[in-house]
């Protein structure tokens, strides 16, 4: 089975910083990876998909890049409603087993 | 716009069958590369995948799920049932019904696009 990491687990931020998250696999998923935000209470929301593909409706600040073992999500500028969990998830499989995003 | 909603039993014994129904609109089931999934999500084990049924039929589970799991369609219907049998108490949490899309060039690879809001079950005596 391919496993997935994160990191970190928790990340303190700003209002207007720029945010990274990187989801690591065990062995190489190409570019088959997507990556939910999950406010508590609520479902997970797709983000990106293949690696870097921003979901319609899914603000601009949001990006992915990576391939292979090694995938990154950016938040350009961090704002307000970001604050949250972020999971990156080989297709198919399995989670990462996420990034709360925190207030600083 | 695509809704999913879960129905199913908020309490369960141990070793008795676990039968979910998500009952979805806005998609047809039957249009080619799309699917429709289970996601598990406990305190404990984070976010789990456990099966998909695809627009031809074919399904897919979870390894560790170890032919525990049956997901079906009724396409006339818009549902997509998952049955779980001999459950135990790591089978608790909560049960989102999940839409998936196969990628354009690439059909054998779906990701989730759209999640239900999710059912809560326990396990236990």
């Known amino acids: 089975d391919i496993q997935m990491t994160q990191s970190p687990s928790t990340l303190s931020a700003s209002v207007g910083d720029r945010v990274n998250i990187t989801c690591r696999a065990s062995q190489s998923i190409s570019r088959w990876l997507a990556w939910f935000q999950q406010k508590p209470g609520k479902a997970p929301k797709l983000l990106i998909y293949?690696?870097?593909t921003l979901e319609s409706g899914v603000p601009s600040r949001f990006s992915g890049s990576g391939s292979g073992t090694e995938f990154t999500l950016t938040i350009s500028s961090l704002q307000p409603d970001d604050f949250a969990t972020y999971y990156c998830q080989q297709y198919n499989s399995y989670f990462g087993p996420g990034t709360k995003v925190e207030i600083k | 716009q695509i809704t999913l909603k879960e129905t199913g039993p908020t309490l369960v014994k141990p070793t008795q069958t676990l039968t979910l129904t998500c009952s979805f609109s806005?998609?047809?089931?039957?249009?080619?590369?799309?699917?429709v999934g289970w996601i598990r999500q406990s305190p404990g084990k984070g976010l789990e995948w456990l099966a998909r049924?695809?627009?031809?039929?074919?399904?897919h589970y979870r390894a560790s799920l170890k032919g525990r799991a049956t997901i079906t369609k009724d396409t006339s219907r818009d549902q997509v049932v998952l049955t779980v049998t001999n459950v135990d108490p790591v089978d608790t949490g909560t049960y989102h019904c999940?839409?998936?899309?196969?990628?354009?060039?690439?059909?054998?690879?779906?990701?989730?696009?759209?999640w239900g809001e999710g059912t809560t079950v326990t396990v236990s005596s």
């Open positions: 293949k690696a870097s």
């Open positions: 806005g998609f047809s089931l039957s249009s080619s590369g799309m699917g």
């Open positions: 049924i695809d627009w031809d039929g074919e399904q």
């Open positions: 999940v839409r998936s899309r196969a990628d354009r060039e690439y059909q054998y690879y779906y990701y989730i696009d759209v």
